[in-house]
């Protein structure tokens, strides 16, 4: 169990690799930082889906939150794979799916019955039932999954929209926003998402009528 978290330990050294590519900011957040605030968002997304009407749209709470926190857990071991870092879809799935075997390999001792999952099956170990919830994350086709993937999208544009709000990016964020646009699996993903960009509108619209002494600017400008 203790090597387990330590291994988890290297999401909160692990920079997100577009924001530091960008220099989207001074100290960018890390992948433990990204991983935490999409739980928060799972939890609230969540509550939101079962109250609405569109059976579609409700999902497992607990298991949102916990696949939020599963999803990117292979980056400890293997780092913030991007499309700019030359590795193929196929190889990086390799890399993730080796890092996460290893990582389900130290909790087998545990069970995984301990946290309703929707199975039926209640002979997993909970190092099983991790490796499940990633592949089903990265499946994408059950409502969970959906959820949380378009959660994933949101945290980004959100993160994004945060740094351009501090001013002290070094190069544009608009392709973030550019890479989600007509994406959305679900009703609150693109409903959170046209919201997250009608405050960034807004900004944009307050910034251009500051006097230009004031402006923000980018290499990229």
């Known amino acids: 169990t203790i090597d387990f978290l330590t291994m988890a330990r290297g999401l909160k050294t692990t920079k997100r690799t577009g924001w530091v590519r960008q220099e989207a900011s001074p100290q960018v957040e890390s992948v433990a930082d990204h991983s935490w605030r999409i739980s928060v968002m799972a939890m609230v997304a969540a509550s939101a889906s079962s109250s609405n009407d569109d059976d579609a749209e409700r999902v497992d709470a607990n298991r949102c939150i916990r696949m939020a926190l599963v999803h990117d857990l292979a980056e400890s071991a293997v780092g913030d794979i991007t499309p700019y870092c030359g590795v193929s879809d196929e190889e990086k799935h390799r890399r993730e799916l080796e890092a996460m075997e290893n990582m389900a390999q130290k909790l087998t001792g545990l069970s995984g019955n301990m946290f309703s999952t929707g199975s039926n099956d209640s002979s997993k170990t909970l190092g099983e039932e991790l490796l499940s919830l990633w592949h089903e994350y990265e499946e994408g086709t059950t409502p969970e999954a959906k959820l949380v993937k ?16 501090d001013g002290k990016n070094q190069k544009s964020l608009d392709g973030f926003f550019d890479s989600t646009r007509g994406k959305w699996r679900t009703k609150l993903g693109a409903a959170w998402g046209q919201e997250i960009e009608a405050r960034r509108f807004k900004r ?6 500051e006097p230009p002494e004031k402006k923000p600017k980018t290499t990229d400008e």
């Open 204 to 209: 944009k619209q307050q910034e251009a009528e």
């Open 150 to 165: 378009d959660l994933d999208k949101l945290e980004m544009i959100l993160q994004a929209h945060e740094y351009e709000s």
